[in-house]
């Protein structure tokens, strides 16, 4: 256990194992409509008495909806704590083997070395399975103002936004943002806004960049780093906060991202973050960008449009593969669907696999617990969680992926067909 503790610690600060208060207070009516299995004490006793309390920890992006889904399965007797530590956190726990019976990460375990990090490559001395848990677009958030006025509904073309961050176009009048938007904008510096720590966000929107313009990534990288990093770069958690030539706005968490870019001294500013963060409860906190998909159409990264996006992910089935189980984007990045949005993505919930080296703390007791949670918050009730508050919902290809994955789980329950789990 980590010190001091009598179990994982949770994100209130107190024991994992022992306590979490804020999700064991569902009321009967809010059990009966979500969960109608436990709708009646005597189930909701029985169901108490059948559940192990699971501990997780890591991204704090997925921690909102883990969270709201902990909330619900509370009302069966089923205590999910979940510590919001970060990606490499989590994961790290997880390789521990008697920290947490879980993780979620919106990156893999990474196989090879991080070269703009320069991280060491993870090696989990345990079995796990990677379970598509929640979809997200990285939203590219900006603060434009012209005579007091907020500039509005700004249009950019994957190469033009590929050049923003590459830092070779640097202000707002540039010809080539006069081009996508078809008037010219303020003559306003622009400032890149880039994550200072790791972050699942930088992961998927340089491996967008890595994957769809490699010369001028692997250039960039070359030049910022003053020929320290060798090509290819590829896909990072770490982007780069300076460099010859390149002087970002760099903030630490996504909260801090959306907080420069609201204030007085963010005028110019354009940055990525994660969807949920620019739209908190479907509200627009920031502007954001229409991105220019294959298709040719400019579209924004709503609920709809990721999900149509992940029809297009595939899922590394080959178990020969250094990336078995991963997910690939290549065909999101390519998709000419006019609804679907590019910088798409998906994180995981990291599970103990079947078959192989379980972390000693997993019990099938924990698989029970586990299974019943993934369950739910893959299937519709959950996912209609998601759209209550404008979240994009897994498509069926990822939730199918899922249930596999759920099926790999030591101790699971009965696993639903997809049919079902989508009723």
């Known amino acids: 256990m980590r010190p001091g503790s009598a179990g994982v610690w949770s994100a209130d600060g107190h024991s994992g194992r022992a306590m979490k208060l804020s999700y064991v207070a569902l009321s009967a009516a809010v059990a009966a409509l979500i969960l109608p299995a436990a709708g009646t004490s005597a189930a909701r ?9 699971i501990d997780g920890s890591g991204s704090a992006w997925q921690a909102v909806p883990i969270d709201r889904w902990a909330e619900f399965v509370a009302a069966q007797g089923l205590v999910v704590n979940y510590n919001p530590d970060g990606n490499t956190a989590g994961r790290a726990d997880y390789m521990q083997g008697f920290l947490v019976d879980f993780a979620a990460s919106d990156v893999p375990f990474r196989n090879g070395h991080d070269k703009l990090g320069r991280t060491a490559a993870e090696k989990s001395p345990y079995s796990y399975s990677y379970l598509p848990l ?118 630490d968490g996504s909260n801090a991202v959306v907080d420069y870019l609201t204030s007085k001294a963010g005028n110019g500013a354009i940055g990525y973050d994660e969807y949920a963060y620019a739209h908190e409860g479907g509200a627009a906190i920031v502007q954001v960008a229409r991105i220019a998909n294959p298709a040719g159409k400019y579209v924004l990264p709503t609920a709809g449009n990721v999900t149509a996006a992940l029809t297009a992910a595939a899922v590394n089935e080959n178990p020969h593969s250094p990336y078995y189980l991963e997910e690939n984007l290549a065909r999101v990045f390519t998709d000419k669907n006019p609804a679907s949005y590019p910088l798409s993505y998906y994180g995981y919930l990291i599970v103990p696999r079947s078959g192989g080296r379980v972390p000693p703390i997993f019990t099938a007791a924990a698989g029970s617990s586990l299974s019943t949670f993934a369950i ?45 789990c989508r009723r």
């Open 45 to 53: 006793a029985s169901a108490a008495a059948s559940y192990a309390a």
């Open 134 to 251: 929640v979809a997200g677009g990285i939203a590219i958030a900006y603060h434009l103002t012209a005579h007091g006025r907020p500039v509005t509904g700004v249009r950019l073309s994957a190469t033009t936004l590929m050049e923003i961050f590459t830092g070779q176009i640097t202000n707002w009048d540039d010809p080539r943002i006069t081009k996508d938007n078809g008037r010219r904008l303020p003559d306003v510096r622009i400032i890149p806004v880039v994550r200072s720590d790791e972050a699942g966000s930088t992961f998927y929107f340089t491996d967008w960049l890595a994957d769809r313009f490699p010369r001028q990534w692997n250039a960039f990288c070359a030049r910022v780093t003053r020929g320290r990093v060798k090509a290819p770069c590829g896909n990072t958690e770490f982007y780069p906060v300076s460099g010859p030539g390149w002087h970002p706005q760099a903030e």
């Open 376 to 420: 739910f918050a893959i299937c519709s009730k959950g996912q209609a969680q998601q759209l209550a508050i404008g979240d994009a919902t897994l498509p069926a290809n990822l939730v199918a992926a899922g249930l596999a994955m759920v099926a790999r789980i030591p101790g699971h329950v009965t696993v639903p067909s997809l049919k079902t």
